[in-house]
């Protein structure tokens, strides 16, 4: 039975800016968490090689150097930790690794990485470029695939994109997950699953409206494609996210703090791509489509 999606457009359109809007404004008002690949910072990672607590390593280098500080348990190592300050110099470094020596008698010598906050803004624009190269080549290759369906079916697929990353920017804000080189795979991960389900979605409008009449209900089509397809977008969707959902299990269970940052907002934003494509992506074409269809009446109104 086709379900008309369509007919609740207005409902998709406002629930997304609601969530847009408020999660980067939130974000903004109470800061997001930046980490130090973006705003700069040292990073000493060290093993153990016995068991820690994060609480107590947090509180021992927040004593010497009176700041914040982000005690991460990573991978590849027995019992190995990265802790995150503030740019700090080489004197309170040594007094860090010299108190760490202390609790820990058996860790292995640490490493000193210095990120300077310039660095974090090549960064910064590096994933901005890389963010609008992955859409001028989307823009042209749909602009190509689908120009049957007019130039309204590309822009309505970058708006798409756009709207995915805004989403997961926004509950980045809610939620307060450090913004670093994950945050960029993150979301171009994201937009190459959304755009993905959105081709699919496209392509069954495409071969749909060649069965139909040039005069048939555009609506009907659309509501059509997307019921037709909804069934294997869903259970692609659910397959992704198990997979990925038995990646972040175990990252709580072993405390991988990596792996974490990773893959749960990844699960949001399989959610998210999912629900773009179905109901945003359709939404906003059909949306430009009847705005293009008025203006072409009422220049033909005109030159009669």
Known sequence: ??????????????????????????????????????????????????????????????????????????????????????????????????????????????????????????????????????????????????????????????LTLIHDALFIVAIYGFIKFPINSSFVAVILTIIGYSINDTIVIYDRIRENKKLVSSGADLKGTINTSISQTMGRTICTSITTVVAIAIVYVFSVIYDQQVLKEFSLPLILGVIIGTYSSVFIASSLWYTFENLKNKLFKKENKKSK
């Open 1 to 158: 039975m086709t379900k008309d999606i369509i007919k609740y457009r207005y409902v998709f359109l406002a629930f997304s800016l609601i969530v847009i809007i408020s999660g980067i404004v939130y974000g903004l008002i109470t800061d997001f968490t930046f980490d130090i690949d973006f705003k700069g910072g040292t990073t000493i990672r060290a093993e153990l090689k016995e068991e820690c607590d994060n609480n107590e390593i947090t509180d021992l280098v927040t004593q010497i150097t009176g700041s914040s500080v982000l005690v991460q348990k990573t991978s590849g190592g027995d019992n190995s930790v990265s802790i995150t300050t503030q740019v700090i110099d080489q004197d309170t470094s040594d007094k860090i690794i010299s108190a760490l020596k202390e609790r820990y008698v058996n860790m292995d010598e640490p490493s000193v990485r210095n990120v300077q906050p310039s660095y974090g803004k090549e960064l910064l624009n590096s994933a901005v470029l890389a963010l609008s190269l992955a859409i001028v080549i989307v823009l042209l290759y749909i602009f190509v695939r689908f120009r049957t369906l007019g130039f309204t079916a590309a822009i309505s697929a970058i």
